[in-house]
């Protein structure tokens, strides 16, 4: 309702003046390009700054080509926004630079973003410390159990420690068919075909792999990308191959091919 009133005011006094018209339009315009349907990553707080632009144009705008009075209540403004940003700063400063820290206390604020927990996780392992690295993504995969991205991580780092077990895949296995869509997942399984070519994960077997694959591909949110659903594919005839079934390993790349046409698969 806020909104509608400030786009009507600005409009109604558009005649008067176009600068704060010109300044709510930028505001929201570029908003629409950072919250909305339009594909760009949804929320982050540094986006907020070119369509910020706007806004304080306008106030400086007025700073200088106005009444005197206004003149002071503009700038008087400028002056105090100029030092919360400043108060600001050292304060992100000083916590980004400890990373760790950071990470932490994003995690801790953010327990249910996927990408605050993987981030902490990376720098646990960073430091070597699989342990740490291991939990903190168990612990965001149980907050968020549809996440085929964190899951597949789980399963992932659990080989690095050696602490992967037949029913740890299992479990993870059986929430992949009904997870949400990850293009973690995809690149993981990527990961996950390298360790086994390289003998890093005994308990990971070519059979088991392709029972995550399955899951994947029989997923509705995975079935609505072709390019990602021909990726797994692509990964299946891949293992297939490694088994010496070449005519399975034929039957994937060919629907691969269908659902997405790239010379590499022709190839």
């Known amino acids: 309702i806020a909104w509608l009133i400030i786009i009507a005011i600005s409009l109604l006094i558009r005649k008067k003046t176009t600068i704060i018209l010109f300044a709510i339009t930028w505001f929201l315009t570029g908003h629409l390009l950072e919250s ?27 700073s200088w080509n106005s009444t005197k009075s206004l ?11 100029a030092g919360l940003l400043l108060i600001l700063l050292q304060e992100t400063a000083t916590i980004w630079s400890q990373p760790v820290v950071s990470a932490q206390l994003w995690a801790q604020e953010h327990p249910l973003s996927k ?11 960073n430091q070597n410390n699989q342990i740490k690295a291991t939990d903190t993504i168990l612990s965001a995969h149980k907050k968020i159990p549809k ?3 964190l899951a597949l991580q789980a ?24 997870g949400d869509f990850d293009l973690i997942a ?19 077997t070519i059979s088991k792999l392709h029972t995550i694959l399955d899951k994947l591909i029989l997923n509705q949110a995975y079935q609505a990308s072709n390019q990602q659903l021909a990726n ?16 399975l390993a034929m ?10 046409p790239q010379l590499n698969t022709y190839l």
Request: glycine letters at 4%; hydrophobic letters at 40%.
């Open 115 to 125: 990408r605050a927990q993987q981030y902490l996780s990376i720098l646990y392992k």
């Open 155 to 178: 399963l992932q780092l659990k080989c690095f420690t050696g602490t992967l077990d037949n029913q740890t895949i299992n479990n993870i296995t059986n929430t992949l068919q009904a």
């Open 36 to 62: 909305t349907i339009i594909p760009l990553e949804l929320y982050f707080e540094h986006r907020n700054y070119l369509p910020s632009i706007g806004i304080l144009f306008a106030f400086c705008f007025y």
């Open 186 to 204: 995809i690149d993981t399984i990527g990961k996950l075909i390298d360790m086994l070519h390289h003998g890093q994960c005994p308990e990971l």
């Open 147 to 149: 996440s085929t991205g």
């Open 71 to 81: 003149k002071i209540l503009t700038r008087s403004f400028l002056v105090a926004y």
């Open 232 to 247: 797994l594919h692509i990964m299946s005839a891949f293992l297939y191959r490694k088994q010496d079934n070449f005519e």
């Open 251 to 260: 039957q994937n790349l060919d629907i691969a091919a269908k659902l997405s």
